[in-house]
Each structure stands twice: as C-alpha cells, then as structure tokens.
C-alpha cells in the first residue's frame, strides 16, 4: 500500500506529480548546520525530534552533523528509526500496553533505547516487559513543567516515581525528561524565555532533589524549535529536542525573534507542491491539494511567493485559492509551492519526501515511519 | 511502508492496539441497508464516493447493495478501486497534467471510467491522452451550482465546454457533475432543501439547453450524506455520490433533520480507538492518539460514550481529555472510542480498518487508497 513516487531523481522540479511533499536540499542542509553550530557552544546534546520527519535518510543526516542520535514519540517510529540504522533513540513519551512494551523491549536488544514513564503501574509493567524479553530498560521521569500534558509534578512526586523505577532489576532510571510544548509557539521572544527559564527552575529543582537521594539524571531533556536556544542555556538541560527546525512551518514562521521581527533563524526548506485544476475565476483557483495533502490544525498553508494570492480554504482533495493581483502563474496546470502550517502531521500524510536542488530532483526518501501510530 | 495490522481476526476490541480505525460492522451494515432502501424508491442510481473508505473491501459491499458503481476523486483512488475489482468508476473531479491522464487512459482500457472537466484545455489534454492510449474516455462537464469550488457556470458555458468534449474523437459527452459541496453541512433542514432546490434548478435548465443541442446527459451526477434525499426527490439528478453515511462522524453527527432533532438516519459506525497513556490529574488525561490519528479540520473528536468528558486538545501523538465527572474507565491503560469531526480525512491515516462485531474483531480491511493524493 506505499504509493508511487510522485517523481524520479534527475526530474526537474516542474514535472514532479502533484500534489508532492518537497524539500529544498539546500535550505535543509543550511538548517542542520545551523542547530549543530548553534548547540555546539553550549555544552548541551542535541537529540532531534525524528516524529518531524520520520525518515531515517534525515536521521542519519542529523547525526552526520553531530546528534547523538534521535527523539521518537511511538514504539513503531523507534522501530523504524532502528530499521534505519539509528541506534540511539528515546522515546519521549509514555507507552502504554503489553504488545508495545513487549515490541519496545525486544528493540532495546537492538539498539540504545530509553522511555519516560510518569505513572508507577505503567513503570511496573515497565519492569516485565523487560523481564520477559530478558533487557534492561532505561526510563526517564517525565516532569510536566508547564505544558499541562502529561508527567508527573516536579519535585518530590518525580523523586518518588525515580526511586520506583531505581528499585527495579530490569529498569535504569536514565534522568528527566522536561518538554514545555506550550511554550514553542508563544509568539513574544522574552515571553518565550520566561516560560522556559520556569520550566528550566523546576527542572532545576528536581535534578537536585533527585542527587539529594543519590540518583543521577543521565539525561534532562526538551526543548523545541522555538525555544531550544534557552534550554541550552539553563545550565540543567543537557539534551535539546527540537523537530521541526528541518523543516519550519508557517506556525513556527508566526514566532518572533529578540528583535520583534519574524523568526528567521531557519529556512522554510518544506513545501506541498501542487497543481492548479481549476480556475473557474479570475480572482479564484483551485489545486490539486487539501485536506490529504496538508494539516490544518495550525491554520491553512501559504501561498510561497505570492503575496497576493491567499489559501482561504480546503477540502478533502481540494485548495481554494482567491487571488487578488493579476492571477499570472495560476492557470490550469501551472504549479506552486505550499508551506503548510504545522510540518509534522502533513509530513506523515506522504510515503516520498521529493528532495530537489536547484529546481532538479536529486533523491526521493521515502518517510518510513509515516503512519507510525502504534 | 505499510504498517502492521493493530489486530488479528478473532482478537477482542480490548486487545486492539492503538491508535486504529476501528468500525462496527453492525452498524455499517444497517448504514448500507438504509441507503439501499431510501434510493431504490426513487428511480436514481447510487454510485457512493469512495473517497471516505479507500477501501474496496467496502466498495464491493455497496455493489452488491445496489450501487452501480463508485465515484473517486483521484486517479490513484480509481486504481486502487480497479485493482479490488471495482469496474464503474466515476472520477468526480478534474484531472490536470500527462502523467495522471495517461494513467487514467490507461484505466479506461481496464473499467468504465468517467472524469469531469470545466476547462476547454484541460479537454484537449483529455482527448489527446485517450489518443496515446487507444481509447475512449466519458467526461463530464462539471457545473458550479453554489459550492464555488471548481466547474463552469450553468448554463450556455456548460453547453460550450460539452461541444467541444462531443467534438472530439476519442471522447464522449457523459453528462454533468452537479455537487452542491457546501449544502452538505448547513444544519437547519429546510435551509439544506433549499440550497439543494436551487442547485437542482440551475441543473435542470442545463440539461435543458444540453437537450436543445442534441447533446444527452447520461449522468447528471451530485448528492452527499447531507442532501442526498433532496437530489433523490428533484427528478432531475439520476446519479447520488454520498460517502460518508457508511461512517458518520462528528460534523454530520451535528445537521438537524426534518424535525429539527439530530440527523440520526444513519448510525456512527467508525471510532478512533485510543488508550489512555497517562492521568496526571483527576480532571486530565491523555490518550495515545493526536493529530495523527484523527482529522480535526471539522474540530476535535468526540468520546463516545461518555458525556461528562470531552477532547478538549490534540498535539501530534497526543489527545488531552478534560473529565468533569468521576472518570470511571479514563485510568492508564484503559480503552476508549473517539468519534472523529470528519471521517474522510481520518480514515486516510490509517492503513487498516479494524472491523468489530459485538465486541470482537471480525476482519482487517486494508485502506489501499490511504495517501492516494495522485
């Protein structure tokens, strides 16, 4: 059931299929290098969030560039990851459930793995997974410090969860796990700061309870695109997280930096590449690409290069475009790059990421993880 | 690329993995039943849009509940249909650039396909496309009769663009596509009546014209779950394209009937199946399933079931309940049914259909259109 490929390398960009998820190589590369000089100074790792892209071509690229390897939020993305050839990889999220914490188990044989937990029948059965694929589990404490999602409160109650997970033969417990989600998108730069110099405090906080009882935090993970720079300061979080940077999206295009202006520290290197069916109108078109093209929860995509013509509506197969200016470039068959507003779920709706440099198709990656929901 | 199965035929619905699209095969059935019956007093044909399901599996279903054949809205939707054996295909949409015409061309030796069209260079391309095939394509003119999405105007434009189409050699004048989109979801009865009235007005004058010409109308073709009773009831459409009422889902779940109660003709027969990964706090959980696991382009799912608890957000992999009541059955590990907002968009995550009868898993049924954005 994996689709065709939308194109071949060696393609120009113009005859890709549509609709088609592309990334400028150029763009992409400039942004791996950026975070890796950008963490380099700090002192901190840089562990990428591979849910933004799930493609193991762009893990190994991120560890080329000086990750120690990769954030997954679900045991078949870890899976596919290890498949890849990553073989360092925390799951930054709970898992729940006899089959995947049996399959999560029997890939700790595979490869470096660690899991949170925040919920001490979940760390038990934790333990007998383990047991019965005869490993050793690391687990992180989940904190919730600010997202109001899941992890247990800072302090004491992550001390007493820590303890839990220590006590048991099978299980190491492997540090903290701290991800403001919240604080990713507020737009203020200084605002964003705050929030993540709190977050960094109670992290701060239960580190050094947790060294009162004897027990070490190998890692004190989070951090996102938006905020991973203020992590890295902190002093406590020693593994960044972010995603998305890859990529960008039109919602993390929406924060602003220290100077009030538009984020633009990374490139939009991501792009639904459609086609004009449909042009009943001078001032409406309609392309190849909707509802099963794009995500939408963090609004519609942008029209790349054209300030004048507005995406201002979508259905399951269908973007409506009004277009103010002179329309040139949106007859029937011609072609344009969308930027979706939230990169990660429009990434898992594509089996190919279509990489292209210079307007030619240099390689086709195919998003191995996409539908990765167990 | 495909991911394993969450189920195995003969499993309990407890034992289901998650996140999976689960249906319940009673209710489908019933679903079908109802919409056999309620057209089969009208002297219109069904030809429900397989858009929703992607799956053959349950095209077949329709089939042999009376629907001549199915509609798509992609090429690689009609191979997918073609492949499971589907042999009426209606494209219900337009189809721009080489590639995907020469693929329908190519179908068309394989089944009965149709396509719609509202461009007279899109036409040409039709026409020059069956010519590299060696065949014969039926097209559509498809009319604009309040959605404002794609179609020429009622009326002489649709008499011009059907010349030309019965100009050409290798193409037949099929009739007309005549949706009324944005009928579907206006809540209030008499206001979905009306719109579908005007629609069914400006169709027939069309077909009028068309008949001055000499020009037949095979299909006039139109109709969703919303107002399907209204095309039925105009004596001017003889084909109806409803999809979704094999599933339902939230959006439907919110038009009013006739007498001002929900529309509860048909019953809500597919869930997201999801797992409680985590219960920080007595009013909060989250459930292992988040913007890859359901739509939220009509809004956030339901929980079935339970009205004192309700989604209040989704993050990537994450769905956070709010609970007002005690929260019974909402603890780590527990198993709980979303209703998602929209079905079509959701079902297109998944590459399996987890079919249930009172309470255990009957069949697995593969979304083999899942990603067919081609």
Redesign the interface.
């Known amino acids: ?4 490929p ?1 194109a071949e390398a060696g393609d120009s960009l113009q005859d890709v ?3 088609a998820l592309v990334v400028d190589l150029d763009s992409l590369e400039r942004n791996l290098d950026r975070m890796a000089r950008a963490v380099a100074d700090t002192g901190a790792r840089l562990r990428p969030h591979a ?1 933004s892209h799930k493609c193991p071509e762009i893990a190994l690229k991120q560890i080329a560039a000086g990750a120690i390897g990769v954030c997954c ?2 045991v ?1 993305e870890a899976e596919a990851m290890a498949e890849g050839g990553i073989d360092n990889i925390l799951v930054s ?5 006899r ?2 914490l049996d399959r999560l188990a029997a890939l700790s044989r595979k490869a470096w793995i660690a899991v949170c937990a ?2 001490a ?2 760390v038990d059965a934790l333990e007998a997974a383990a047991g019965r694929a005869d490993t050793v589990l690391n687990v992180l404490v989940e904190i ?1 410090v600010g997202a ?5 409160a800072p302090g004491e109650p992550a001390v007493v969860l820590a303890k839990r997970i220590a006590g048991h033969s099978r299980l190491r417990f492997g540090g903290l796990q701290a991800y403001h ?1 919240r604080a990713q998108h507020i737009r203020a730069h200084d605002e964003r700061r705050r929030a993540v110099e709190g977050a960094a405090e109670l992290t701060r906080q239960t580190v050094a309870l947790l060294a009162e009882g004897g027990l070490g935090c190998g890692i004190v993970g989070g951090a996102g695109t938006g905020t991973y720079a203020f992590e890295a300061m902190s002093g406590v979080y020693n593994e960044l997280q972010p995603g998305s940077y890859i990529f960008m999206d039109g919602d993390y295009g929406r924060n602003l930096g220290a100077d009030g202006a538009p984020f633009d520290e990374f490139e939009q290197s991501l792009f639904v590449y459609a ?6 109108a001078p001032d ?1 078109a ?1 392309v ?2 909707g ?3 794009f ?3 963090s609004g519609l995509p942008a029209v790349h290069g054209f300030a004048d013509v507005e995406c201002v509506g ?5 973007g ?1 475009l009004a277009i103010k200016g002179n329309g040139d470039g949106f007859g ?2 011609d072609k344009v790059r969308l930027v979706p507003g ?1 990169c ?2 429009t990434v ?4 190919w990421l279509v990489g292209v440099r210079r307007g030619a198709v240099e390689c086709l990656w ?3 993880a ?5």
Do not use: F, I, W
């Open positions: 059931m994996t689709m065709r939308p299929d549509t609709p849910k939020q679900k078949s999220n709970e898992v729940v459930g089959p995947k925040d919920d029948g979940n919730d109001g999602r899941c992890g247990v989600g086609t004009v069916m449909s042009r009943p409406r309609l190849d690409a509802l099963k093209a995500a939408v929860d979508a259905s399951d197969e269908h409506l029937v068959g939230h990660d779920p898992n709706l594509y089996d195919p998003v191995t996409r539908g990765a929901v167990l």
